[in-house]
């Protein structure tokens, strides 16, 4: 006990500067600081990227549903017996039967193509992200065909608000000897939602059902039936659930071939950006090797005068390997600390750098998402720490060995 207490204090009084070796112990604070950076950097953007997949993955999915099924041979109302049965199967939360239908919708002075979805309103109810996120009007008035649904990005293009009349325009009209003519139809905004995400909320009107089949002449049929399911990760489990469970002949495409390219970019992206924020640990590491290196060349006369003395090799090489994890530990508690600090509070630091710099960070038509959010990882936290620290030892192993190498007489001759 009295050996290690020993080491400590003679490992703490190296790390400490005397005059003559300023630059020993500037070397150390940058290692320090270069691994505490880097520590929290990994952690932040890691956590970021983990929060920026699952808000992306929760908010479309969350509307566009896990899976789509299509009935082969579609009949008059089919989809209402065919519903109940996906409902039934296991894994299955909700099916909702929907009409999908490109459309320009027409303002008093702009116009854009938007995506027209039919959708029953108590099936629409189920889906949170947009039943609980009517920000203008009553969802009531859409559930009893009083209007349409339109996102926050259309109205505040359109300058609408709730209760204002609507013209959209379909490719879908009457047959004329001159040929198919475009239908332009008035609607009420029943309301107005906003899902948090700008593709949806710039793109997307809902109209009821009944209505869709009406305009669009459908004879009682839908595009598909939207199913959202308890895990979206095992999509593939539930999808041969539904099969079994139906009893006409259907098609199913879920997320994995819909979403497919967008998640597998995202995924590259954060292995990518991983490998490079771990070179400022690397180098954090590196300076910690200059840096005992030096130390150790500091202290060779009084490694050789404690030698004589009777301090053994092992005591001179715990003295600098504890040195050395001194700085990879406080900086990687440091890090960690500065890591999740910034995680928990990334969106107040975005819009403070937007006010500051005057400057739109994370542009939601960019990033699709509205605000940034964090989702800290337990297990790559735990990882980035342990090897963090891990590299600091193995850094300060080189040189610790050098230390406990030299031999006293030959040092003490030569100075």
């Not at 969350?62 to 065919?82: D, I, P, R, T």
């Not at 939360?93 to 116009?111: D, E, M, N, Y």
């Not at 949806?200 to 089949?213: G, Q």
């Not at 850094?395 to 030569?414: D, F, G, N, V």
Request: aromatic share 8%; proline share 2%; glycine share 8%.
């Amino acid at each position: 006990m009295k050996s290690l207490y020993f080491e400590i204090s003679l490992a703490l009084r190296y790390m400490l500067a005397q005059r003559k070796q300023k630059f020993v112990s500037i070397t150390t604070i940058l290692s320090f600081l270069g691994i505490a950076i880097g520590v929290a950097t990994l952690i932040t953007v890691l956590s970021v990227m983990n929060g920026f997949r699952s808000e992306l993955f929760n908010r479309i999915l969350g509307v566009n549903g896990h899976m789509e099924v299509f009935e082969v041979n579609a009949q008059k109302k089919s989809y209402q017996k065919l519903g109940k049965e996906i409902e039934r199967a296991e894994g299955v939360l909700f099916a909702i039967p929907t009409i999908k239908r490109q459309g320009l919708v027409i303002g008093k002075h702009k116009s854009f193509g938007v995506l027209v979805k039919g959708a029953d309103g108590k099936g629409l109810a189920k889906l949170p992200l947009i039943h609980d996120n009517i920000i203008e009007g009553d969802f009531q008035n859409f559930l009893d065909n009083k209007g349409i649904l339109v996102g926050l990005g259309i109205a505040n293009s359109l300058f609408v608000k709730a209760g204002d009349e609507l013209s959209l325009l379909f490719p879908e009209g009457d047959s004329t000897p001159f040929g198919v003519l475009p239908q332009l139809v008035k609607f009420k905004v029943a309301g107005i939602f906003q899902a948090g995400i700008a593709q949806i909320d710039n793109s997307l009107v809902y109209l009821p059902l009944e209505k869709a089949h009406e305009i669009f002449d459908t004879n009682s049929t839908v595009s598909s039936i939207e199913v959202t399911t308890k895990n979206a990760d095992k999509v593939g489990q539930y999808n041969e659930n539904i099969k079994s469970q139906v009893s006409a002949a259907v098609h199913i495409s879920d997320w994995r071939q819909s979403e497919v390219s967008l998640f597998n970019a995202l995924q590259i992206e954060r292995n990518v950006m991983f490998l490079i924020l771990s070179l400022i640990i690397v180098i954090a590491v590196l300076n910690i090797v200059s840096g005992m290196t030096m130390l150790v060349k500091e202290k060779r006369t009084e490694i050789a005068i404690l030698r004589t003395m009777g301090l053994q090799k092992s005591s001179v090489l715990r003295m600098f390997l504890i040195s050395g994890c001194m700085i990879g530990a406080l900086g990687t508690i440091t890090g960690l600390g500065l890591g999740l600090f910034l995680c928990e509070n990334i969106e107040i630091i975005r819009q403070l750098l937007s006010n500051l710099f005057q400057a739109e960070l994370f542009p939601a038509d960019v990033y699709f998402l509205n605000a940034m959010v964090a989702e800290v990882n337990v297990v790559e936290t735990v990882f980035i720490v342990v090897v963090s620290f891990f590299l600091t030892v193995l850094a300060t192993l080189i040189p610790s060995m050098e230390a406990s190498r030299l031999h006293p007489a030959k040092q003490l001759r030569y100075n």
